[in-house]
């Protein structure tokens, strides 16, 4: 599952620990591991006969596929990090919400995305505060970009997220790629806004 040797070590000297339940507990995740990778497998495949004229993909199947190479780039890039602080099944269920947004929604939630890097250039660049208004409509509009792939709304995770915004220099320089300090900010906005 990714997790540290020491981490593993620390886990089996628990005297609460329960090498049956854990085992099922890593075998339920090996099977929703094998099912991901059967899917992107089958369109990988898909995408070479495509790209070879030998079959023609609808646009709902380019969709999805689309869909699960996000996924894929994300638990790359995070996963581990994502799955030790919300556990696995917190995030299955985000990828599983990926998966079933439509087309509509999927589009409005990277267009709401887009408002929000915007947003935060422009808070920066005036040197807004994160604890007035600007900074409140920031951390509402991030609030409702978790709603379209989280599972259900924590404010004590969204702000552990917004934490690993400044902590973790792959989430910092996502947000700060354009303009420094937007990371700060929108972590700034989260912790004075939400509760």
């Known amino acids: 599952m990714g997790l540290e040797l020491s981490t593993i070590e620390g886990i089996i000297k628990d005297p609460a620990f329960n090498p049956l339940e854990a085992l099922r507990a890593h075998l339920d995740h090996l099977y929703k591991e094998e099912q ?94 994160a604890s007035d208004a600007v900074g409140r409509d920031i951390a509402m509009m991030h609030k409702e970009w978790l709603a379209y792939t989280w599972p259900s709304y924590d404010p004590k995770a969204h702000l552990g997220l917004a934490e690993m915004y400044v902590a973790d220099e792959r989430f910092q320089s996502y947000y700060d790629k354009e303009l420094p300090g937007c990371a700060k900010f929108l972590r700034d906005a989260i912790c004075a806004h939400i509760a």
């Open 36 to 129: 991901n990778l059967r899917l992107l497998i089958e369109t990988v495949k898909k995408t070479i006969q495509m790209e070879e004229g030998k079959i023609r993909m609808t646009d709902q199947e380019k969709f999805a596929a689309l869909k699960r190479e996000l996924i894929e780039e994300n638990e790359e890039k995070y996963g581990k990090e994502l799955r030790e602080k919300y556990g696995d099944k917190t995030i299955e269920n985000s990828n599983q919400n990926m998966l079933n947004l439509t087309a509509k929604e999927y589009y409005a939630m990277k267009e709401l995305e887009g408002k929000i890097l915007e947003a935060l250039k422009d808070a920066v660049t005036s040197g807004a505060s």
